[in-house]
């Protein structure tokens, strides 16, 4: 059994610059997950990032692959579907490069019709089992995150199903995307895949849709949460997805600094929330 003081704290960052490293590392921030949106990807300065990071003691996690029409694996028309997967890969092989093993994907990306979602179901199974393979080469893994609203995993059966795909597939937990209209709470989750997730994106909400809120301004009972976390021996790092400004879907609500990320952490199981009955 593991411990949440024990894991690394880390957090998902669109910046790179070494000013901006060394300034997280004087936060105790341990760790950074990149992720750039699409349309930027190609202009990634991967040898700065691997300098900067190395200078400044932050180590590079994993990369947040692009979720974009473009780069949507589930697409049910094939030259999309393979376009994707050529995008997604080309960047996996320039990031493992530099020592980047994990990449966080969405497995699918825009609204799907109902009776469209086994299609884009399969499509997305297709495209994942290509990319573990291919990170595999580079002894790196491909980890799935859970999605809010219509996404493909956005329960726990959903996921599972994903998941069969390759058996080299890991998760990456989201605990701010399960809604309880579709089905599935955080222990729940957590009992059921456990032993796939190897890494977080941390931050709280109202349970009805992503807020991506400080831990703390939501309804998580974090205690419950953490201590499921570390039942299931879950060893990777506690790393923040936004609440350090306003949230985009609630910009009223308070946000934390990152000077406080690490303290939050280690108090994490104080906050037990407001659970929706």
């Given at each position: 059994?593991?411990?949440?003081?024990?894991?690394?704290?880390?957090?998902?960052?669109?910046?790179?610059?070494?000013?901006?490293?060394?300034?997280?590392?004087?936060?105790?921030?341990?760790?950074?997950?990149?992720?750039?949106?699409?349309?930027?990807?190609?202009?990634?300065?991967?040898?700065?990032?691997?300098?900067?990071?190395?200078?400044?003691?932050?180590?590079i996690?994993?990369?947040?692959?692009?979720?974009?029409?473009?780069?949507?694996?589930?697409?049910?028309?094939?030259?999309?579907?393979?376009?994707?997967?050529?995008?997604?890969?080309?960047?996996?092989?320039?990031?493992?490069?530099?020592?980047?093993?994990?990449?966080?994907?969405?497995?699918?990306?825009?609204?799907?019709?109902?009776?469209?979602?086994?299609?884009?179901?399969?499509s997305?199974?297709?495209?994942?089992?290509?990319?573990?393979?291919?990170?595999?080469?580079?002894?790196?893994?491909?980890?799935?995150?859970?999605?809010?609203?219509?996404?493909l995993?956005?329960?726990?059966?959903?996921?599972?199903?994903l998941?069969?795909?390759?058996?080299?597939?890991?998760?990456c937990f989201?605990?701010?995307?399960?809604?309880?209209?579709?089905?599935?709470?955080?222990?729940?989750?957590?009992?059921?895949?456990?032993?796939?997730?190897?890494?977080?994106?941390?931050?709280?909400?109202?349970?009805?849709?992503?807020?991506?809120?400080?831990?703390?301004?939501?309804?998580?009972?974090?205690k419950?949460?953490?201590?499921?976390?570390?039942?299931?021996?879950?060893?990777?790092?506690?790393?923040?997805?936004?609440?350090?400004?306003?949230?985009?879907?609630?910009?009223?609500?308070?946000?934390?600094?990152?000077?406080?990320?690490?303290?939050?952490?280690?108090?994490?199981?104080?906050?037990?929330?407001?659970?929706?009955?």
């Amino acid at each position: 059994m593991t411990h949440v003081t024990d894991w690394m704290t880390a957090l998902s960052t669109k910046e790179y610059d070494a000013e901006t490293l060394q300034f997280y590392r004087a936060c105790g921030i341990d760790g950074v997950e990149l992720s750039i949106k699409a349309d930027l990807c190609d202009q990634i300065d991967w040898v700065a990032f691997r300098k900067n990071a190395d200078e400044a003691g932050i180590k590079i996690l994993s990369y947040h692959l692009p979720f974009s029409k473009k780069t949507n694996i589930a697409s049910p028309d094939e030259e999309i579907r393979k376009g994707a997967v050529a995008i997604q890969s080309a960047l996996i092989e320039k990031a493992a490069d530099i020592g980047i093993s994990r990449f966080v994907i969405h497995a699918s990306m825009g609204p799907i019709a109902d009776e469209e979602r086994p299609q884009w179901m399969a499509s997305a199974k297709k495209s994942l089992k290509e990319l573990a393979e291919f990170a595999a080469r580079f002894q790196a893994v491909i980890c799935v995150e859970d999605l809010p609203r219509h996404g493909l995993g956005h329960n726990t059966r959903e996921m599972l199903d994903l998941l069969e795909a390759d058996e080299r597939l890991r998760v990456c937990f989201d605990v701010n995307h399960l809604c309880l209209k579709n089905g599935s709470s955080h222990q729940e989750f957590i009992a059921a895949l456990g032993n796939k997730i190897v890494t977080t994106h941390i931050s709280d909400y109202d349970f009805v849709d992503e807020k991506h809120f400080f831990p703390g301004y939501g309804l998580i009972d974090w205690k419950a949460l953490v201590e499921s976390l570390e039942q299931a021996d879950y060893s990777g790092p506690f790393l923040y997805e936004g609440g350090f400004g306003p949230s985009p879907w609630a910009p009223d609500v308070p946000f934390g600094k990152i000077e406080d990320a690490r303290n939050r952490q280690l108090t994490i199981k104080e906050l037990r929330g407001n659970q929706p009955g």
